[in-house]
């Protein structure tokens, strides 16, 4: 499997949330993975960005923030120019969806994690 380098945006320092397991289970199955969250802080060593750092070559975002905070990530997201946006449970927005796709992104509603696991990552 080639690796997929992966912004999960909304990443937390939290182990209950879904963004920390997917973190980790990003990095199990040897994927690049850069966090970018609210609050500063580490999962797996790797440090959780804070001030959206300009990336390149992003083949995958997965997605952890709720619909009501998503607007003032647009912008960034877009710049990013990833491959795919993956649309975890509860993040799904029809918006940003269809703004994605204008800009050829393609755009999934799915679980990282379960993606992962069946080996459709």
């Known amino acids: 499997m ?8 909304g990443a937390t320092t939290n182990p209950e ?12 199955y040897h994927h690049e993975v850069i ?6 802080g580490e999962i797996e060593g790797i440090k959780i960005e804070n001030n959206k750092p300009v ?17 003032e990530w ?16 509860g993040t ?4 940003l969806q269809k703004l994605a796709q204008e800009h050829g992104i393609h755009t999934e509603e799915a679980c990282t ?4 696991q069946t080996g459709q990552y």
């Open 2 to 9: 080639k690796s997929k380098k992966t912004l999960v945006l």
């Open 17 to 28: 949330r879904y963004s920390y397991l997917a973190v980790k289970k990003l990095v199990e």
């Open 35 to 40: 966090p970018v969250g609210i609050r500063k």
């Open 55 to 71: 990336l390149k070559s992003i083949d995958t975002i997965s997605l952890y923030l709720n619909p009501d905070h998503q607007q």
């Open 74 to 89: 647009y912008p960034y997201i877009l710049s990013t120019h990833p491959r795919r946006l993956i649309f975890n449970p």
């Open 92 to 95: 799904e927005n029809q918006e």
């Open 113 to 116: 994690l379960v993606l992962l």
